[in-house]
Antibody, heavy 118, light 110 residues
Framework: QVKLQESGPGLVKPSETLSLTCTVS??????????WGWIRQPPGKGLEWIDT???????YYNPSLKSRVTTSIDTSKNQFSVRVTSVTAADTAVYYC??????????WGQGAMVTVSS | SSELTQDPVVSVALGQTVRITCQGD??????ASWYQQKPGQAPILVMF???NRPSGIPDRFSGSSSGNTASLTITGAQAEDEADYYC?????????????FGPGTKVTVL
């Protein structure tokens, strides 16, 4: 059974950098079959796609976030991570990591709430 | 504004059929995927591709597409189907990994 688990600080100060890691179990993050992505959801609002990274490391970003977001992969730990720089209150959200397969996000993590506040 | 549009709220009587729609230019060329989200929970995939249900999703859920509109139909809605539903497809870049979500439809089962 494939599982994804987000981890990282729950509170980040304005103008600082938000960093989250997704640990994958039950599947290899190096597999050529899958891609991996991040999605977020501000409180009371809808889902917002952040990025998707292929097994080769090619990453596609939401144009509205592209200048502030980077994604990396650590195959030795079976993890991938996202960093969002210069955060504001608008970046407060539940952040989900998910597996991308057959043009869909088929497995999701439980989500990690991140609050941007001083 | 979202590249995909959905009706904000849809209601259905228990046991009746409801269709949730998603409109967008990308849907003329690419299939949508659909996600169900209940309060306090992560979304789950309920439909992808032409009309494919992941394992464990009841067969009362079905998908279809025509022109710029994708639809998720629940035939014989149950109380547990009350949730928010989001469509997802490629964004305007057309890139394989470029994505966009619709704003979501809240389905109420009466």
């Amino acid at each position: 059974q494939v599982k994804l688990q987000e981890s990282g600080p729950g509170l980040v100060k304005p103008s600082e950098t938000l960093s989250l890691t997704c640990t994958v179990s039950g599947a290899s993050i190096s597999s050529t079959t899958y891609s991996w992505g991040w999605i977020r959801q501000p409180p009371g609002k809808g889902l917002e796609w952040i990025d998707t990274m292929s097994h080769s490391g090619s990453t596609y970003y939401n144009p509205s976030l592209k200048s502030r977001v980077t994604t990396s992969i650590d195959t030795s730990k079976n993890q991938f991570s996202v960093r969002v720089t210069s955060v504001t209150a608008a970046d407060t959200a539940v952040y989900y990591c998910a597996r991308h397969y057959n043009s869909a996000f088929d497995v999701w993590g439980q989500g990690a709430m991140v609050t941007v506040s001083s | 504004s979202s590249e995909l549009t959905q009706d904000p709220v849809v209601s259905v009587a228990l046991g009746q059929t409801v269709r949730i729609t998603c409109q967008g230019d990308s849907l003329r060329n690419y299939y949508a995927s659909w996600y169900q989200q209940k309060p306090g929970q992560a979304p789950i995939l309920v439909m992808f591709g032409k009309n494919n249900r992941p394992s464990g999703i009841p067969d009362r859920f079905s998908g279809s597409s025509s022109g710029n509109t994708a639809s998720l139909t629940i035939t014989g809605a149950q109380a547990e189907d009350e949730a928010d539903y989001y469509c997802n497809s490629r964004d305007s870049s057309g890139k394989h990994l470029g994505n966009v979500f619709g704003p979501g439809t809240k389905v109420t089962v009466l």
